[in-house]
């Protein structure tokens, strides 16, 4: 089942044109795909007068994380806040994201979890060719620690 914009706008903390993913694809409870747009256009809110750079990427994969963080918590538990607290390995292929000629889909895979700490592996696809990848830890619940 395909979850559009909107659905994904009522279940992160990101609005107006910083929620930036389009629609979830696919998903279960280690995997999510999603897919934007977002990233091709001019008066994207991280993009600068070079362009949208690379790295910009790490902000999809971390709401892709957010989506997969809504779709997989019991609707009867209280919404957790998740903070990115670390990004290791990234590793991209082309300097711009901007550039990438097409829909990005963006995966993010649950490596570990502990209750407090998610590991993610993430990487961003177009038309099959990888533009990012790397690794990132998001702690949930950090203003109770």
Do not use: K
């Not at 977002?38 to 007068?49: C, E, F, G, M, W």
């Amino acid at each position: 089942m395909m979850l559009d914009h909107r659905w994904i706008a009522t279940h992160i903390p990101h609005q107006g044109r910083m929620c930036l993913l389009e629609s979830v694809e696919q998903w279960d409870a280690d995997h999510i795909l999603c897919g934007a747009t977002s990233h091709q256009a001019p008066d994207h809110p991280l993009r600068t007068a070079q362009g949208l750079n690379i790295t910009a990427g790490v902000e999809y994969a971390a709401q892709a994380m957010a989506v997969h963080g809504a779709l997989t918590t019991a609707e009867a538990a209280a919404a957790r806040q998740g903070y990115l607290t670390s990004v290791r390995d990234v590793q991209w292929r082309q300097p711009w994201l901007h550039t990438a000629p097409g829909p990005l889909q963006v995966h993010a895979e649950r490596l570990s979890a502990n209750g407090l700490t998610v590991l993610y592996g993430f990487r961003i696809d177009v038309h099959g060719h990888n533009l990012l990848s790397g690794r990132a830890t998001v702690v949930l619940d950090a203003e109770r620690l």
